[in-house]
């Protein structure tokens, strides 16, 4: 037996067929071409569904949300300049400024680190819309970002705890079942002098802290914690920081700051959280402590509840600013070349089809081609390091101060966790010296910078990142004299990762700083 089905019918049983199998899927254009996503992120401000008609998305463990409608609705103000792709989020003194595809941000004018960076995506609706790492900018404001990988949830909540009410959160309720505490957010406020870290738990846990040095971290480590966050690191800094990394070990739970300058510190802990508070100026209070500035010999153990400390200054990894006085009769003129990374610290590694190569080979073999160039052209040089071999942040910079040379150029290779970064950029140090510097040498960090920027694209034609303010880096607010640092191209984007592997593209980027150190030196007066 037949039976007549309508024509209706089919087509609906057609177009149920071809899109069934789609029904939760969507597509996005980001990273230069069309992405998949399987399930929705679900997005709350203080326990409230937020939606958009772009909605977030993760991309390498980071969730990015749409810049305006989510932070309009926090009571920001979001600004948007299409010519230079940047975002500008202000709420009340805090101004955080954002690239797309660029992992440098500036907070109130600061450089800061991305994990990823901004980008633009657009839906089959041809709907584009700019995507920011929620995590980032929501710590700067001071809210608590938490995530809920079960339910793909991304909460943020925006309300101050009520201190009198028993705490009901998720993270409180699931964790009375729990043998062990468990750190469950780590917040961060931070000024231009002043940063307070809280490191949240389930339970009171007394920290232990301790300095390692080369380079310099501060640890806190809690023990017999577990930790229940997400990622590895928040990617950003403060006033004394330039990054937070955590991590659960065998018997205990670890995070540590890596540090950038001179500070002091204090750390107190209550029943809620650990409270760490760096400073630069340690007259400025820190907590309700007594200031303690003693210089501990060994790395610095706190049995106490609060402790305030400053770390021994005359420690080779001391960042503070040198104070040589430099005659500008008794400058030599000696370009002192310093290669990143070498033998224990291999720097970046890029890693495509089986393959890898490390930035630590990359610097060496372009610095050494640096220093052939300029010698060529009867300029004397010294070089940190010949070999594999490691050589301390701070060590490099007194070598240089000692020989007191003309000019500092610290050799790099960038990375990002995005392929899609690339380019090359130059740092270099800005701050209270730089008019005595102009003073004494004719030129300054910033200056010198551009001159061996624009060789660089003249001579390896990568894409312009422009020159920034590296004066978080050991190498260059330890060094006196004009000082760059120089990131080549991206190790971790193929194209140029295949482009470093070739002699032929180091060549080129060792003419480019090449030429850009012979301006600068004919602008101080100093080319043979």
Known sequence: MFIKIKPVIIISLIIALLFSGSVFAEEYFYNNTWNTHNEKINLYINNIPFSSDIPPIITNGRTLVPARTFFEALGAKVDWDGEQRVVTIEK?????????????????????????????V????????TLIPVRFVSSWLGYAVTWDGENKKVGINTLKPDKSSDDTSVSSVSSQTQKNPAITKIETKC??????????????????????????????????????????????????????????????????????????????????KCSVTFTKDGNESLTESTQNTSKPQE????????NTQKPDSTNEASTSTPTTNVNNSNINNVVVIDPGHG??????????????????????????????????????????????????????ANYANEINSALFTCVHINAAAIEGAHGSEVYYYTGP????????YGVTSKEYA??????????????????????????????????????????TNEEEYNLLK??????????GIAEGVMETLKKMGRLP
């Open 502 to 511: 070739t002699d032929d593209f180091r060549q080129k980027l060792a003419e």
């Open 122 to 129: 657009t839906d089959r609706n041809n709907i584009a819309r």
């Open 433 to 440: 010296t730089d008019e005595e510097t102009k003073e004494k």
């Open 299 to 306: 790395p610095a153990k706190s049995d106490e509840k609060n």
């Open 92 to 120: 009340e003194d805090l101004r955080i400024k954002l690239t797309i595809d660029n992992t440098v941000a500036y907070v109130n004018g600061k450089t800061a680190i991305l994990d990823v960076p901004p980008m633009i």
């Open 191 to 272: 000024t231009d002098t002043k940063d307070i870290i809280s490191i949240y738990y389930t339970q009171k846990t007394e920290p232990k802290t301790m300095i390692l040095y080369n380079p310099e971290r501060f640890v806190v480590d809690f023990n017999g914690a577990k930790l229940n966050i997400s990622g590895t690191q928040l990617g950003y800094g403060g006033a004394c920081y330039t990054n937070i990394r955590y991590a659960e070990h065998e018997e205990s739970a670890r995070v540590v700051f890596d540090m950038a300058y001179e500070y002091y510190y204090s750390v107190s802990y209550d029943n809620e």
């Open 343 to 396: 033998g224990s610290d291999p720097g970046a590694i890029g890693r495509f089809h089986g393959e890898e190569l490390w930035e630590s080979e990359c610097t060496l073999d372009i610095s050494l081609r640096l220093q052939k160039k300029l010698e060529d052209n009867g300029i004397k040089t010294y070089m940190t390091r010949t070999e594999d071999e490691f050589v301390g942040l701070v060590e490099r």
């Open 450 to 491: 551009k001159y061996v920027q624009d060789a660089i694209l003249k001579h390896a034609g990568r894409y312009d990142r422009g020159t920034s303010d590296g004066s978080r880096f050991v190498v260059m607010h330890r060094t006196i004299m004009p000082a760059v640092l120089v990131e080549c191209a991206f190790i």
